[in-house]
């Protein structure tokens, strides 16, 4: 197991090389628990969260919370904050998780809520 995660810290500072948020376009960063989701908007020049959201919310709790559709909630729940607090373009860093599942949901809901790739 710890193979494991020492591999995903070895890609996700490889991805953080190249993503940087600023205040134009900050990063939404995804972190992927065996049963929960987290994302945030961060500002990485200011060193501030934007907006954020993840399924230990509790009206989403109520539900199943490691699933693609969770995760969909979840990137459509930070998308919507993230329009409040004026951001419309966002870098997406998947935290060294591969593109794919809930991870992917993320991105589709934050999507759907009006936020640009």
Same mark, same amino acid.
């Given at each position: 197991m710890l193979q494991k995660v020492a591999g995903r810290k070895r890609r996700h500072h490889r991805v953080r090389k190249n993503v940087r948020g600023t205040a /134009? %376009?900050?990063r939404l960063a995804v972190? %992927?628990?065996s049963k929960h $989701?987290?994302?945030?908007v961060i500002d990485d020049t200011a060193g501030r969260t934007i907006a954020s959201a993840s399924t230990m *919310? !509790? +009206?989403v709790r109520s539900g199943a919370t490691a699933t693609v559709d969770a995760a969909k909630s979840v990137g459509k729940r930070v998308g919507e904050r993230a329009? !409040?607090? #004026? /951001?419309?373009a966002v870098v997406f +860093? %998947?935290? #060294?998780? %591969?593109?794919h599942g809930r991870v992917a949901? /993320?991105?589709d809901g934050a999507r759907e809520a #009006? $936020? *640009?790739f």
């Open positions: /134009v %376009r900050p972190f %992927r628990s $989701l987290y994302a945030q *919310e !509790a +009206d329009k !409040a607090a #004026g /951001v419309s +860093d %998947r935290g #060294g998780f %591969r593109y949901g /993320v991105a #009006g $936020l *640009e």
